[in-house]
Structure formats: structure tokens, C-alpha cells
């Protein structure tokens, strides 16, 4: 990995998210972006628009989505820690992100129904209704972002759109790692974005019942692990990571900031709202990963977990880990970005990856915040309310997916 | 030296209605007809390919799926509570309407919900992903199930794309079809179609008794350049991985795309000059479909009614509506 970038709810770029996320900072507040009333959850992780920094239209007349504006913002910074610039040959140059469309506004849906019946509704009179932006064609489809990027960034090599939901961006980072191994690509730019705080979007949730509906104020609803937890909060951002073939980075001279080891997926098979309760989808893309990383679960001294905050999934990860490291498991630090970040979906396993590195590069593990009477079912160490100083040079970062998706990437520090 | 990765099993998905009695009412509505469809081709592709004892976590899944659109019905309630005097009224939305629509939409609309679904009910627990939403990405979901294969990660992988066939995708579909085309696309082309394959290596195939149908010789993506040169760039890759000149070809299928077509057809005549070339035909000719389920119908075609020949060379073309670039390289075998 020769260069890493995001934009969350806690800064515009990673190092002030690290440094924010370090000091237990919170991300989460009330939203501001849209008339909440009416709805049971109205906190979320809003990215501050003054930090976006992507053209608002691409090619003429069609502006891009939210997360691809995230995605091109988190992109600069990462671009410029690698040095693209330097990579001649972008044919050789991959874009592979894990994204969702963006959700249509309820103005937008509204105009549908007033076009015509199942009969007669057909896009040629759609366009003609007044006031309807057949950009949400554009702006719904998961590929535009990736796309857009690979544009932004003259890359002509592989060009891939994932949407597993919140194990997208962990996916993107195994399949781009994947690619250079095989030899299509010498340089994958490779990521997630989202931003679903909107009004369709926080329905949909709303509907699922998986969003926190309780908390004393918008900065403790996010509790992973505590037994006060009852559902995740809504974020948005993006993360995007340059992964590069060692040879090539070496060639150059690029900086490395870490490496990734390995990769494993794999699908709970169960129920589509639960995880499997005893967590063996996890643990075998956990243990997938470390295969295919060859290194021991002994060696592995620190855990970015996927931890959302709800009630099945946190026991549910907490068994899996168990499973994978044994007796080792309760003295192996667990962070949880989310408790700090709020849920960014598509682009979470980006983000929290990349802060798993950070927090190697610095020495320090990232705490899980809002700490504040564990849940016995969870009685692992996850360093609770305050960062701690700790050498580590090899982790590994959880993601999984709303369905039974998951994925595992195993990251480390290199020797010099 | 990699294993030989083969295809011992191809069905295709016409659109038609699927019958999965065992799917709960629930998950049927979730899964609509795309998840049906996906769940039919991935039931019916591991049956022909005899993979019941083959352990859930030995089978991967790779899956192209288009966004799964919302039902109007499913929202209508929602739209029409929240109207005063004819209008909607944003806040009586906000405040009650949202409340009228189904429970089950926000399922419904995940793709990867949908898949993993179908994936759940074919016992499938293995590595996998979904892919979305171009048609080139089928070649993606090959290239994965390969090289899960390849790599001993999974004994058998699936790579499965069907397309959407909500009203919804048709106006997508066919204002994402150059003018030109306008015509003939969205109303012609099957929708709620696609094709499934299972991938296994030659000795894991042949060690069990399974006849291969082809063997996935290579492949590769691009994003496509300005002057055209991802198009050869991609169709050059694809045949070095597979160790095959292009006058080998017996049969190179078209994009189905008119800019990315043009290009290739200009590409192929450079790269062959004056020698007979192999058969051009577009992907339309054989399966026209929407997209992404249409190069999996084109590629299940091939395999089921065409049958290769130990000594036929294919070469795919797929492209997507931002530019990807996909080829694949099909070969027959003994």
C-alpha cells in the first residue's frame, strides 16, 4: 500500500480522522441535511459539505452522486501520498470500489407516480415530466462512481464495482490485491464510498429496525460491545487505498506504508437479517484470510472489528473471534471504529483498514468509545474509551455485510 | 503450471416465472424475480454439475446483479398517504407517510441481499461477491470463480448474472442505450434473463465423472481509452494469458456496444490483415438481452446449443455503460 485517503464525519482527510478518532472523538450528532421530524432515529455521521473537493458535474450535464463527490475527495489525498502521478502507464492502473447507487429523493419518486400507470409509465414521457433529473438514473447506478474515478484519475486498467453492502469496501481491497497478484495491474486504486444519510435511506433502515432508536446524546448512541447498545448509527464517507505491486512501488521509490497480507470471504449462509448467532461465517473468512495471509492467529496482535453496535452482531463477532484465536482471544486488542464513526457501509472496511494501518504506523490502538458496562457476552479486550500506546505491526480488519457477507484483510507493517 | 480451469456446467435463465416452492413467502419477496432467477441458475447449474457433495464452504459464488429497483407498488401507499389536495406534501411524508411502505422494501432493494439469499438456499457458504452492474462485469465474475479454482480456495465456483426486469430497470435500460439503438432496445431485448456456469478444475471435474464444456482459457479488463486502444489493448491481453494467436479464433462475439464494436471490429482487422479471420457476430445476434444478464445468456448459448469443439477458440467482447472493458477467451475441449 503506497498511499491511503478518506473523508469521514470526524475530518476531511485521514490524518485528522485518525488524530480525532485517537482523542475518542465523535463523529455522530443530529442530522442537519434534511427535515428529520417523523423519524425514530435522527443522529447519523454527516460528512461537512466545506470538505468536499470534486467537480459537481462530470462530462456535461449529469452531477455526480454524494459518495462519488466523497470518493474523488478521499481519491486527491491518496493520490498524492502514492504519487500516481509518477505511473506512466495507466493501462496498467486498476479502479475496483465497493459502492451503492445513490437513493432516489422522495421529490424524485413522487414524480414518478404522477407519470402514467404500469401501462404507460416508459421512460420517453419521464423525461418530458417537469422537474424530474433523469440524473438519478446515473447517480442510482453503483458503477457511476467507479467509473467516475477512473476517469478523474486516467486509469485505464480493470474497472470494477462491488456491492456487497457494508463488506463492499473490504472486498474491493481483497479483489484489487487479488489483481496485482495475477499480474493484470501493477497499481489498483481500491476502496468504498457511501452516503446514506437521506431520507429514503434512513427509512429503509428505519424499516429494518437496525438503527439505534435510544440514546442519551448523538455522540454515545454507538456502543459496540456495551450493554447498552441497541442498533447502529448512519455515516457516510469514503476510504481508498493505492495497493502496488512491491517490485513497481520499489522501482519508483514509492513510500510503502504496509502491506497486505492477506484476503478470505466467505457467506454466513443463514438467516438474511441475523448473523449466524455462533459465528462460523466469520471465522471462516477470518481463517480464509489468514491462510491465505500464511501467517499463524498467534502472530495476529491487534483486530479492527466490524462491531456496528447491534445487539446479535457484536456477540456474533465475539464468537467468531474466539473461535479463530482460542485461548489468545480475550488478551488480543479489539477496536471498533464505528463507535466513533457511526456505519459508512460501503465504505467501511476501507476506512477502518486504512485505520488499522494508522494506528500501526503511530503505535497506537484506536479505542471503542462509549464503553460504559460491558456486555458479559462480549468480555474480550476492546480497549475501552481511550486510545492506547502499543507496538503492533500486524492486525487484521473485519467486515461484514447485511446478508451474511464477509470479509477479513490481513494488514501489517513491513520491514524497511 | 496453474490448473486448468473448466466449465462443467451451464444453464440459462430465459426470464421466464421460476418455481422454487421451498423459498418462504417473505424471502420471495425479497428475492423477486431477479433473486428467483439467480437462485434457479445456480440450483440447476450445480445439478447438472452433480456438486452435492461438495461442501457449502468449497462453493464460491460470483454474481452480477443490476440494482435491484423498487417496487412502485411496494412505495405507492407511502406516495399517496403523504398527498394534501393532489400534492405531496414533503412533511406529511416525513411524518406519517414513510410509515405506509412495506416492511420488506429496504430488503428487497440490496442486491447483495438478494444474493445472498439465493446463496443461502443453494448451500452456498464460500467466498464470495457481487459484482454490478455492466454487462462486462460477467467476465469479472468468471475471472473470480477461475481464480478462486485456480488458487485451491473453492472445488467448485459458480459466476451467475441476471438482469433485472422491474419497470424501473426497462427505463434504465433503455435510456442507457445510445439514440441510435433507441428503437429496437428495451422493448426487444429479454429482460429477467441471464446464465449460470460452474467452474472446477479439469482433474477435479474429470475425477468425478463430469464431462467439461469448455475450458476458460483467459481473460482481461480495461477501462476503455480515449482512442480506442483499451479495446485492443483488453482483446491483446486476453489471447497472451491464453496462449492463443488471434488467427487460432474460430469465433469472436461483438459487444453488442456500436462505439466499442466499431473499434473492435477495427482492431481485429489490424491485428489479422489480409488472412481469413475467424466468425464476427454480435452478442445481440445470439441472445439479444438487457444487460448484465446478456453476455451470460451469450456465453450459456454458446456452451449449450452451439457445443464447442475440442478445437473451437472464442473470444468474448463485453463492454460497460462508463467505458469498462472486458474479454474472455473460451476454448474447447477433448
Same mark, same amino acid.
Given at each position: 500500500?503506497?498511499?491511503?485517503?478518506?473523508?469521514?464525519?470526524?475530518?476531511?482527510?485521514?490524518?485528522?480522522?485518525? !488524530?480525532?478518532?485517537?482523542?475518542?472523538?465523535?463523529?455522530?450528532?443530529?442530522?442537519?441535511?434534511?427535515?428529520?421530524?417523523? +423519524?425514530?432515529?435522527?443522529?447519523?455521521?454527516?460528512?461537512?459539505?466545506?470538505?468536499? !473537493?470534486?467537480? +459537481?458535474?462530470?462530462?456535461?450535464?449529469?452531477?455526480?452522486?454524494?459518495?462519488?463527490?466523497?470518493?474523488?475527495?478521499?481519491?486527491?489525498?491518496?493520490?498524492?501520498?502514492?504519487?500516481?502521478?509518477?505511473?506512466?502507464?495507466?493501462?496498467?492502473?486498476?479502479?475496483?470500489?465497493?459502492?451503492?447507487?445513490?437513493?432516489?429523493?422522495?421529490?424524485?419518486?413522487?414524480?414518478?407516480?404522477?407519470?402514467?400507470?404500469?401501462?404507460?409509465?416508459?421512460?420517453?414521457?419521464?423525461?418530458?415530466?417537469?422537474?424530474?433529473? +433523469?440524473?438519478?438514473?446515473?447517480?442510482?447506478?453503483?458503477?457511476?462512481?467507479?467509473?467516475?474515478?477512473?476517469?478523474?484519475?486516467?486509469?485505464?486498467?480493470?474497472?470494477?464495482?462491488?456491492?456487497?453492502?457494508?463488506?463492499?469496501?473490504?472486498?474491493?481491497?481483497?479483489?484489487?490485491?487479488?489483481?496485482?497478484?495475477?499480474?493484470?495491474?501493477?497499481?489498483?486504486?481500491?476502496?468504498?464510498?457511501?452516503?446514506?444519510?437521506?431520507?429514503?435511506?434512513?427509512?429503509?433502515?428505519?424499516?429494518? $429496525?437496525?438503527?439505534?432508536?435510544?440514546?442519551?446524546?448523538?455522540?454515545?448512541?454507538?456502543?459496540?460491545?456495551?450493554?447498552?447498545?441497541?442498533?447502529?448509527?448512519?455515516?457516510?464517507?469514503?476510504?481508498?487505498?493505492?495497493?502496488?505491486?512491491?517490485?513497481?512501488?520499489?522501482?519508483?521509490?514509492?513510500?510503502? $506504508?504496509?502491506?497486505?497480507?492477506?484476503?478470505?470471504?466467505?457467506?454466513?449462509?443463514?438467516?438474511?437479517?441475523?448473523?449466524?448467532?455462533?459465528?462460523?461465517?466469520?471465522?471462516?473468512?477470518? $481463517?480464509?484470510?489468514?491462510?491465505?495471509?500464511?501467517?499463524?492467529?498467534?502472530?495476529?496482535?491487534?483486530?479492527?472489528?466490524?462491531?456496528?453496535?447491534?445487539?446479535?452482531?457484536?456477540?456474533?463477532?465475539?464468537?467468531?473471534?474466539?473461535?479463530?484465536?482460542?485461548?489468545?482471544?480475550?488478551?488480543?486488542?479489539?477496536?471498533?471504529?464505528?463507535?466513533?464513526?457511526?456505519?459508512?457501509?460501503?465504505?467501511?472496511?476501507?476506512?477502518? +483498514?486504512?485505520?488499522?494501518?494508522?494506528?500501526?504506523?503511530?503505535?497506537?490502538?484506536?479505542?471503542?468509545?462509549?464503553?460504559?458496562?460491558?456486555?458479559?457476552?462480549?468480555?474480550?479486550?476492546?480497549?475501552?474509551?481511550?486510545?492506547?500506546?502499543?507496538?503492533?505491526?500486524?492486525?487484521?480488519? !473485519?467486515?461484514?455485510?447485511?446478508?451474511?457477507?464477509?470479509?477479513?484483510?490481513?494488514?501489517?507493517?513491513?520491514?524497511? | 503450471?496453474?490448473?486448468?480451469?473448466?466449465?462443467?456446467?451451464? %444453464?440459462?435463465?430465459?426470464?421466464?416465472?421460476?418455481?422454487?416452492?421451498?423459498?418462504?413467502?417473505?424471502?420471495?419477496? @425479497?428475492?423477486?424475480?431477479?433473486?428467483?432467477?439467480?437462485?434457479?441458475?445456480?440450483?440447476?447449474?450445480?445439478?447438472?454439475?452433480?456438486?452435492?457433495?461438495?461442501?457449502?464452504?468449497?462453493?464460491?459464488?460470483?454474481?452480477?446483479?443490476?440494482?435491484?429497483?423498487?417496487?412502485?407498488?411496494?412505495?405507492?401507499?407511502?406516495?399517496?398517504?403523504?398527498?394534501?389536495?393532489?400534492?405531496?406534501?414533503?412533511?406529511?411524508?416525513?411524518?406519517?407517510?414513510?410509515?405506509?411502505?412495506?416492511?420488506?422494501?429496504?430488503?428487497?432493494?440490496?442486491?447483495?441481499? %438478494?444474493?445472498?439469499?439465493?446463496?443461502?438456499?443453494?448451500? @452456498?457458504?464460500?467466498?464470495?461477491?457481487?459484482?454490478?452492474?455492466?454487462?462486462?462485469?460477467?467476465?469479472?465474475?468468471?475471472?473470480?470463480?477461475?481464480?478462486?479454482?485456480?488458487?485451491?480456495?473453492?472445488?467448485?465456483?459458480?459466476?451467475?448474472?441476471?438482469?433485472?426486469?422491474?419497470?424501473?430497470?426497462?427505463?434504465?435500460?433503455?435510456?442507457?442505450?445510445?439514440?441510435?439503438?433507441?428503437?429496437?432496445?428495451?422493448?426487444?431485448?429479454?429482460?429477467?434473463?441471464?446464465?449460470?456456469?460452474?467452474?472446477?478444475?479439469?482433474?477435479?471435474?474429470?475425477?468425478?465423472?463430469?464431462?467439461?464444456?469448455?475450458?476458460?482459457?483467459?481473460?482481461?479488463?480495461?477501462?476503455?481509452?480515449?482512442?480506442?486502444?483499451?479495446?485492443?489493448?483488453?482483446?491483446?491481453?486476453?489471447?497472451?494469458?491464453?496462449?492463443?494467436?488471434?488467427?487460432?479464433?474460430?469465433?469472436?462475439?461483438?459487444?453488442?456496444?456500436?462505439?466499442?464494436?466499431?473499434?473492435?471490429?477495427?482492431? @481485429?482487422?489490424?491485428?489479422?490483415?489480409?488472412?481469413?479471420?475467424?466468425?464476427?457476430?454480435?452478442?445481440?445476434?445470439?441472445?439479444?438481452?438487457?444487460?448484465?444478464?446478456?453476455?451470460?445468456?451469450? @456465453?450459456?448459448?454458446?456452451?449449450?446449443?452451439?457445443?464447442?469443439?475440442?478445437?473451437?477458440?472464442?473470444?468474448?467482447?463485453?463492454?460497460?455503460?462508463?467505458?469498462?472493458?472486458?474479454?474472455?477467451?473460451?476454448?474447447?475441449?477433448?
Amino acid at each position: 500500500m503506497t498511499g491511503y485517503g478518506m473523508i469521514t464525519a470526524l475530518g476531511e482527510n485521514a490524518e485528522t480522522t485518525f !488524530n480525532r478518532a485517537a482523542q475518542s472523538k465523535s463523529g455522530v450528532a443530529e442530522i442537519q441535511s434534511f427535515d428529520t421530524r417523523g +423519524l425514530t432515529c435522527r443522529i447519523g455521521g454527516e460528512v461537512d459539505d466545506s470538505w468536499i !473537493n470534486a467537480p +459537481l458535474a462530470h462530462g456535461g450535464n449529469v452531477s455526480p452522486s454524494r459518495g462519488s463527490m466523497l470518493m474523488q475527495t478521499a481519491a486527491r489525498e491518496a493520490e498524492s501520498m502514492a504519487r500516481l502521478d509518477q505511473v506512466r502507464n495507466r493501462d496498467r492502473v486498476g479502479t475496483i470500489l465497493g459502492s451503492h447507487g445513490q437513493n432516489p429523493a422522495v421529490e424524485q419518486l413522487a414524480l414518478l407516480h404522477h407519470h402514467g400507470d404500469s401501462e404507460t409509465r416508459e421512460s420517453d414521457g419521464l423525461s418530458h415530466v417537469p422537474g424530474y433529473d +433523469l440524473g438519478q438514473f446515473f447517480r442510482r447506478r453503483p458503477d457511476v462512481a467507479t467509473g467516475d474515478l477512473a476517469r478523474q484519475l486516467g486509469n485505464r486498467g480493470p474497472c470494477l464495482s462491488i456491492v456487497s453492502a457494508c463488506s463492499a469496501g473490504a472486498q474491493a481491497i481483497g479483489e484489487g490485491v487479488r489483481l496485482i497478484r495475477e499480474g493484470h495491474s501493477d497499481v489498483v486504486v481500491a476502496g468504498g464510498c457511501d452516503s446514506t444519510i437521506n431520507f429514503v435511506g434512513m427509512v429503509g433502515f428505519t424499516l429494518l $429496525r437496525v438503527l439505534a432508536e435510544r440514546w442519551s446524546t448523538p455522540e454515545a448512541a454507538s456502543r459496540p460491545f456495551d450493554r447498552k447498545r441497541c442498533g447502529f448509527v448512519m455515516s457516510e464517507g469514503a476510504g481508498v487505498v493505492v495497493l502496488e505491486e512491491y517490485e513497481h512501488a520499489m522501482a519508483r521509490r514509492a513510500d510503502v $506504508r504496509g502491506e497486505i497480507f492477506g484476503y478470505g470471504a466467505s457467506a454466513d449462509a443463514h438467516r438474511i437479517t441475523d448473523a449466524r448467532p455462533d459465528g462460523q461465517g466469520a471465522a471462516l473468512a477470518m $481463517r480464509t484470510c489468514l491462510e491465505d495471509a500464511a501467517v499463524e492467529a498467534a502472530a495476529i496482535e491487534a483486530i479492527s472489528a466490524h462491531a456496528t453496535s447491534t445487539v446479535q452482531g457484536d456477540i456474533a463477532e465475539c464468537r467468531a473471534i474466539e473461535q479463530v484465536f482460542g485461548s489468545r482471544a480475550p488478551s488480543i486488542p479489539i477496536s471498533a471504529p464505528k463507535s466513533m464513526l457511526g456505519h459508512t457501509i460501503a465504505a467501511a472496511g476501507a476506512i477502518e +483498514l486504512i485505520l488499522a494501518l494508522m494506528g500501526m504506523e503511530r503505535s497506537i490502538l484506536l479505542p471503542t468509545i462509549n464503553q460504559q458496562s460491558r456486555d458479559k457476552r462480549c468480555a474480550l479486550d476492546t480497549v475501552p474509551n481511550e486510545a492506547r500506546h502499543q507496538v503492533h505491526r500486524l492486525a487484521i480488519s !473485519n467486515s461484514f455485510g447485511f446478508g451474511g457477507q464477509n470479509a477479513c484483510l490481513c494488514i501489517g507493517l513491513i520491514d524497511a | 503450471m496453474p490448473e486448468k480451469v473448466v466449465i462443467s456446467s451451464a %444453464v440459462r435463465h430465459t426470464g421466464g416465472p421460476i418455481s422454487c416452492s421451498d423459498v418462504s413467502r417473505r424471502d420471495r419477496q @425479497i428475492m423477486a424475480s431477479t433473486g428467483l432467477g439467480l437462485l434457479h441458475g445456480l440450483r440447476l447449474a450445480g445439478s447438472h454439475a452433480n456438486i452435492e457433495a461438495i461442501p457449502g464452504s468449497r462453493r464460491a459464488a460470483f454474481a452480477v446483479l443490476d440494482m435491484v429497483d423498487p417496487e412502485i407498488d411496494d412505495l405507492a401507499p407511502a406516495v399517496l398517504s403523504s398527498r394534501v389536495d393532489g400534492r405531496l406534501e414533503q412533511g406529511a411524508f416525513y411524518e406519517r407517510g414513510w410509515r405506509e411502505i412495506h416492511p420488506l422494501w429496504p430488503l428487497a432493494v440490496l442486491n447483495n441481499v %438478494v444474493f445472498s439469499l439465493a446463496c443461502s438456499y443453494a448451500g @452456498i457458504e464460500g467466498e464470495n461477491a457481487v459484482f454490478s452492474p455492466g454487462p462486462e462485469t460477467f467476465v469479472n465474475a468468471i475471472a473470480e470463480a477461475a481464480g478462486a479454482i485456480s488458487s485451491g480456495r473453492a472445488n467448485a465456483a459458480f459466476a451467475s448474472a441476471v438482469s433485472p426486469s422491474s419497470e424501473l430497470s426497462l427505463m434504465r435500460s433503455k435510456l442507457r442505450v445510445p439514440p441510435h439503438r433507441a428503437a429496437t432496445a428495451g422493448s426487444n431485448r429479454k429482460r429477467g434473463c441471464g446464465g449460470t456456469l460452474v467452474l472446477e478444475s479439469e482433474e477435479h471435474a474429470r475425477h468425478r465423472g463430469q464431462k467439461p464444456l469448455a475450458t476458460v482459457a483467459g481473460w482481461a479488463f480495461a477501462q476503455q481509452g480515449q482512442d480506442g486502444s483499451g479495446v485492443r489493448g483488453v482483446m491483446n491481453t486476453a489471447l497472451r494469458r491464453a496462449g492463443i494467436p488471434v488467427h487460432d479464433l474460430n469465433l469472436i462475439v461483438l459487444a453488442g456496444d456500436p462505439g466499442a464494436d466499431n473499434t473492435t471490429t477495427e482492431s @481485429i482487422e489490424e491485428l489479422i490483415g489480409s488472412a481469413k479471420g475467424p466468425t464476427l457476430c454480435s452478442a445481440d445476434s445470439i441472445a439479444p438481452a438487457t444487460p448484465p444478464g446478456n453476455i451470460a445468456l451469450v @456465453i450459456t448459448e454458446l456452451m449449450e446449443r452451439f457445443r464447442l469443439n475440442p478445437q473451437s477458440q472464442i473470444l468474448v467482447n463485453a463492454s460497460g455503460a462508463a467505458g469498462q472493458l472486458a474479454c474472455l477467451v473460451l476454448g474447447g475441449v477433448q
